[in-house]
């Protein structure tokens, strides 16, 4: 949660100054909602890229970002937005209800989780996390809130850690996707992939300010 709301300037397209609807990234790397930027390229000569003034021959195929789509979904429904009217106050909460994290280790009826191991890759119940409370050598382990694990750092499908980051489909991957359907794609520590997502965020926001401040120039002329 914390990190979606760092980066909400970041969901916004640079052309229409709105949070992305229809998210597209072009060939470049910049994205942009998909009527905005086939708008604007209906208005080019050449279709470019707004920001970095890449030149295209031909106009590239669109098509919808999903990996990017699904992120910015997730960022509106924490901020209670896209959902049915009554139901906004509260709704991060329903949320992490409706998710809620089991013990790993429990057998049969598997209680709640109360923390989650970064390290270990497994969420605890009280009675199993008194062992990382308890041995030195699991003290140094990172732990984590198993109802704020759910919102940012939990794969919904096998309840897992987000340890990878599936560059061939572009989404947050646990150590189980890896072994089965995201077996053979291209695959980066979640770290390094946010490390140079920051970096490329901060370049994109300083471009944003700039094509801002020249529209201002424009408009005030």
Not at 56 to 75: D, Q, V
Not at 105 to 118: A, E, H, M, N, Y
Request: hydrophobic fraction near 30%.
């Amino acid at each position: 949660m914390a990190f979606a709301v760092m980066l909400e300037e970041q969901f916004k397209c640079c052309i229409c100054l709105d949070k992305f609807t229809n998210p597209t990234t072009i060939t470049c790397g910049h994205t942009f909602c998909l009527d905005c930027i086939e708008g604007f390229w209906d208005m080019k000569r050449k279709p470019e890229c707004p920001l970095c003034k890449k030149t295209y021959r031909k106009r590239p195929k669109l098509s919808i970002n999903l990996g990017y789509a699904e992120i910015i979904e997730f960022y509106k429904r924490s901020q209670g937005e896209n959902l049915p009217p009554g139901s906004r106050k509260d709704s991060l909460p329903q949320l992490l209800e409706a998710d809620e994290v089991p013990c790993d280790i429990c057998c049969g009826d598997k209680s709640p989780s109360v923390k989650s191991c970064l390290t270990c890759l497994e969420s605890y119940c009280e009675f199993h996390l008194a062992p990382h409370l308890r041995e030195a050598a699991l003290q140094t382990h990172q732990l984590t809130d198993s109802d704020s694990f759910i919102a940012s750092h939990l794969c919904r499908k096998h309840k897992k850690p987000l340890t990878m980051f599936c560059k061939s489909d572009q989404k947050p991957v646990c150590v189980k996707c890896t072994e089965r359907e995201h077996k053979r794609h291209n695959l980066v520590p979640i770290e390094e992939e946010r490390k140079r997502v920051k970096t490329s965020l901060g370049d994109k926001k300083t471009s944003i300010k700039q094509m801002f401040h020249a529209r201002c120039r424009k408009w005030c002329r």
